[in-house]
């Protein structure tokens, strides 16, 4: 199944995500050169992680029948390396207080295995293409 977005440049470091009708901002820090109107395309990558555990925690839940109040996923990572990356992502799961000791472990392991860090930890193959222009065509 192939699915797609776009990204288009709104000024200055600023750009819109279109994704199935929903647009998402992007931006860079006032100290970066941006105007801090959105979060970082890093920052949403890092939200991407977080939040796809978030989910695959909360479907575990639902299975078996688990109130999800009080469920939260913080994230926090490291930039650094040549070439510049994220080079460390700390994800911590608080499970809701209902959550039976005995189901922790599954309820870790279905958490940890949503989509995004399937992808991460098995990378997907990249392409970086430049399209056709008008004034390539010329």
Do not use: K, W
């Amino acid at each position: 199944m192939r699915e797609e977005l776009a990204v288009r440049h709104l000024d200055g470091d600023r750009f819109a995500v279109d994704v199935r009708g929903h647009t998402l901002l992007v931006d860079q820090p006032a100290e970066a050169g941006g105007t801090d109107t959105a979060p970082t395309p890093t920052e949403l990558f890092v939200a991407g992680l977080a939040s796809c555990v978030a989910f695959y925690a909360r479907r575990y839940l639902a299975r078996h029948q688990i109130d999800a109040a009080g469920l939260t996923v913080s994230a926090s990572y490291e930039i650094g390396g040549r070439p510049t990356r994220v080079l460390r992502i700390i994800i911590v799961v608080t499970p809701p207080a209902d959550l039976p000791a005995e189901r922790r472990d599954a309820f870790l392991a279905v958490a940890s295995h949503c989509t995004v860090h399937n992808t991460l930890t098995e990378p997907a193959d990249i392409e970086i293409a430049l399209a056709a222009t008008a004034a390539a065509l010329n």
